[in-house]
Structures are given as C-alpha cells and as structure tokens.
C-alpha cells in the first residue's frame, strides 16, 4: 500500500525501539506516562501488558528495510461483545506525512479481518487535537465524551470516545486495500 507492513512485535528485536517511542516526551498525548526507570525495567512492564492486556501488538515498519516507525495494539478485547480499543502511534519524524492514515487501516483490517469484530474504539484527550481531527477524518465517528477527565498542564480536559464500525471502515478504506 504505502511501503509499510505491520509485523507482530519480538521483544529482543524491538525493545530498544519500543522503549524510545512508548517513553518519549510527547506519550502523554496518548496515554499516562509509564513508570519505568530503566529499559529492564520497562521490559518487564511491557511483557505483563503483552500477557494481560494487550490481545494484538504490532510493529508498524518500513517495508523496505524494517525500520520500526511506531506501533498499533489493542485492549479491551470483547468477542462476546464484539468490540475493542485501538492505539496507534507513530514516531515524531513520520507524523503528518500520511502514512500514519495507513498504519492504521492496516491495523483495523487485520482486526476485522481476523475476528468476528463489529467496532473498533479508541479515546482522544482533548489536548490531542490533531488525533482528534484525524480520527474523524478517519471515519470515527464520536460517541461522547468523559469531561474534565485528566489533568495535565495546569488545566482539566475531556475524553473523546469515538467508534468506526466494521460497515463504515470498509465503505471507507475497501478500495484502498488490495487483496
């Protein structure tokens, strides 16, 4: 599609990358800051996630020499319910050059593609404007919003909870992906 593929993560490969992106300074657009203070550390905190947390963690890198630029995992995984949460993140130097879009219908497609999924969610601080409005652009679609939900730089800001249906992701990104 883009020169990306999404390749399940292997720990002694892609720690080293996955501890620089997931402790960078800017996580806090995405989640709450992970107290590690060493890269053991923060290995050990990532394998209790990968057993108890996240169902799906990927890779997303370059096609064309395997360079890790960010990566896309799940929580909150329901069948019953059918239904889970997304992440995706992509490393500073990527951000606004599109290819981002694509990590992510990627991601998305496998999910839908593997099992029997009838949504995909995903929570957006509002002091995250850019995911935000790409989001949206996306296809989400928001469902509410948890207000004044964390606290960060001096002021309280909401929890956009947004959703893409499994009809709508396809009626989107169908003719962009190839079979």
Same mark, same amino acid.
């Given at each position: 599609? *883009? !020169?990306?593929?999404? =390749?399940?993560?292997?720990?002694?490969?892609?720690?080293?990358?996955?501890?620089?992106?997931?402790?960078?300074?800017? /996580?806090?657009?995405?989640?709450?800051?992970? *107290?590690?203070?060493?890269? /053991?550390?923060?290995?050990?905190?990532?394998?209790?996630?990968?057993?108890?947390? &996240?169902?799906?963690?990927?890779?997303?890198a370059t096609?064309?020499?395997?360079?890790?630029? !960010?990566?896309?995992?799940?929580?909150? &995984?329901?069948?019953?319910? !059918?239904?889970?949460?997304?992440?995706?993140? $992509?490393?500073?130097?990527? =951000?606004?050059?599109?290819?981002?879009?694509?990590?992510?219908?990627?991601?998305?497609d496998?999910?839908? #593609? *593997?099992?029997?999924?009838?949504?995909?969610? *995903?929570?957006? @601080?509002?002091?995250?404007?850019?995911? $935000?409005?790409?989001?949206?652009?996306?296809?989400?679609?928001?469902?509410?919003?948890?207000e004044?939900?964390?606290?960060?730089? !001096?002021?309280?800001?909401s929890?956009?909870? $947004?959703?893409?249906?499994? #009809?709508? &992701? @396809?009626?989107? &990104?169908?003719?962009? $992906?190839?079979?």
């Amino acid at each position: 599609m *883009t !020169g990306l593929v999404l =390749r399940k993560v292997v720990l002694h490969r892609d720690l080293k990358d996955l501890y620089r992106m997931m402790m960078n300074d800017d /996580q806090h657009l995405f989640s709450v800051k992970i *107290t590690a203070n060493s890269e /053991q550390q923060f290995n050990d905190w990532l394998c209790e996630r990968l057993k108890y947390d &996240f169902h799906d963690f990927f890779i997303i890198a370059t096609e064309k020499n395997d360079q890790a630029i !960010g990566y896309a995992h799940n929580y909150d &995984f329901s069948l019953q319910n !059918g239904h889970c949460k997304v992440v995706e993140y $992509l490393s500073p130097e990527y =951000r606004d050059s599109g290819i981002g879009g694509f990590g992510g219908i990627l991601f998305m497609d496998h999910l839908f #593609q *593997t099992y029997p999924l009838r949504k995909l969610y *995903t929570a957006v @601080y509002s002091y995250n404007e850019r995911s $935000l409005t790409n989001n949206q652009k996306a296809g989400f679609v928001e469902e509410g919003a948890l207000e004044q939900y964390r606290y960060y730089d !001096g002021t309280y800001h909401s929890l956009h909870i $947004l959703s893409i249906s499994r #009809q709508d &992701f @396809y009626q989107s &990104f169908g003719g962009v $992906l190839k079979r």
